[in-house]
Structure formats: C-alpha cells, structure tokens
C-alpha cells in the first residue's frame, strides 16, 4: 500500500490564483481531512470527509472548497489565493472500528505552498 | 472549547538522559488521545493511542500514559534519532475522526 498521497510536494502561487492539491489513499478509508501548519499554530483542521459525497468544515475552512466523489480521493481546492494560505497542508485518512473506539489517522507528506 | 495544550515547547536533552513530555488536555468527553512524531519536513507518524484514564503504551524507547487531565511520552535513554516534534491530540465523543492537535514538543537530543 502507498498510504496516503499527496501531489504536488511544493507549489508557488500569485495572489488571486487558484489551484487544487490532490490527496490519494488506498487503505479503503472512510475518514478524509485536510489540515494546516503554521509556525506556533499547530495543525488545524480545515475540511473532513466521513465518506463519499459527505463533507464538512473544520476549524478554518474559509477560502478552500472540498468534494469527495470516491473514497480514494479527497482534493482540496483554492479558490482565489491569498498570501495567508501560505502554509503546508496534510491529507489524512482513518477507518472507523466502531463501538465507540478512537479513529487513528495517517498522515500523507504534506504540500509546501507560498503565495506571493 | 477543546483544548490541548504541550509543555515544555523545546527540550534538548543528552543522549541517554531520560525525560518526559507533557500534553494537558480539557475537552467535553475523550473518545481518545493520539501521539504522532513528526520529523522535518514530512507528515506526522502515528505513534500512540491511548483510551482511558490508567492507560499505557510502550515502542522501543517511548512509552505513553494516561490520567483524567493528562497524558506523558516518557523517553527512556534517548538517542539522537529521537529528535524530533512531538504532537498530541485529542478525539472527542461524537466529533467523528476530527483531531485538536497541541502545538508539539521539539526535542533534541545531543550525542
């Protein structure tokens, strides 16, 4: 198994551009999310998935869009870039064992993006 | 609001002195506490989860615990492939898979 993958590893974008990080898993995981790190913020959850054609907003969700068409993938999308995107996105997915029990997630590389 | 929060912010330690990581966590019900490694410039490795209050769980040189406000990573006779960031983060009861992450211990470790 790959894991959980994520394209492209960095990515430079002119303010008001937009773009689309893709992330990929072939655990057959029903959880999806995508979070950001900043510098002394910690990672912050942006937008989650609990299944295809399920989503839903994290804590900062402003700014990006999600769609989850397939259980193996879950793209993030910037609409109109701003230089307070600058950041490093992680996808993550996790399975449910259910009864109640915590969902462990896997962390793919990360995507390095500057906006200028 | 849930809140996680790790202490001390860096610590740099000698190669085989042992310490422990600190994560106080206050949220409105635990389903479970994760701990992840993180090193420079790559994703968070999963490390640890633990349940319940009285909980431990033991890798190699780590071994993580649990109590109703807490939760340490101590690391035993450290090397200096242990340097790394330390995250710790909480799952609440019905949050689905959602994370709150700290704000993650860098530790070095000296040889």
């Known amino acids: 198994n790959a894991g959980v993958t994520q394209t492209p590893k960095f990515q430079v974008l002119k303010t008001g551009q937009s773009m689309t990080l893709q992330c990929a898993q072939d655990?057959?995981?029903?959880?999806m999310s995508w979070y950001r790190q900043d510098p002394g913020m910690g990672l912050r959850l942006i937008h989650y998935?609990?299944?295809?054609?399920?989503?839903d907003q994290g804590e900062v969700p402003n700014g990006y869009n999600v769609s989850r068409s397939t259980t193996e993938d879950f793209p993030l999308r910037l609409l109109s870039a701003a230089p307070s995107q600058t950041s490093v996105y992680f996808c993550?997915?996790?399975?449910?064992?259910?009864?109640?029990?915590?969902?462990?997630?896997?962390f793919g590389p990360g995507t390095r993006l500057t906006v200028t | 609001e849930d809140q996680v929060t790790q202490s001390p912010e860096a610590l740099r330690l000698q190669e085989g002195e042992s310490s422990s990581l600190n994560c106080s966590y206050t949220?409105?019900?635990?389903?479970?506490l994760f701990w992840y490694r993180q090193d420079p410039g790559k994703g968070p490795e999963f490390l640890f989860t633990?349940?319940?209050a009285g909980e431990e769980k033991e890798k190699e040189r780590l071994k993580a615990t649990l109590t109703k406000k807490e939760s340490f990573l101590h690391i035993t006779a450290p090397k200096p492939e242990d340097s790394a960031t330390y995250l710790c983060a909480v799952q609440v009861t019905g949050a689905n898979s959602k994370l709150t992450f700290g704000k993650g211990i860098t530790l070095s470790v000296r040889p």
């Open positions: 949220v409105s019900g635990l389903r479970g």
């Open positions: 998935s609990v299944g295809a054609g399920i989503t």
């Open positions: 655990m057959n995981h029903e959880y």
């Open positions: 633990l349940y319940s």
């Open positions: 993550a997915s996790s399975y449910s064992r259910g009864g109640g029990e915590p969902y462990e997630q896997y």
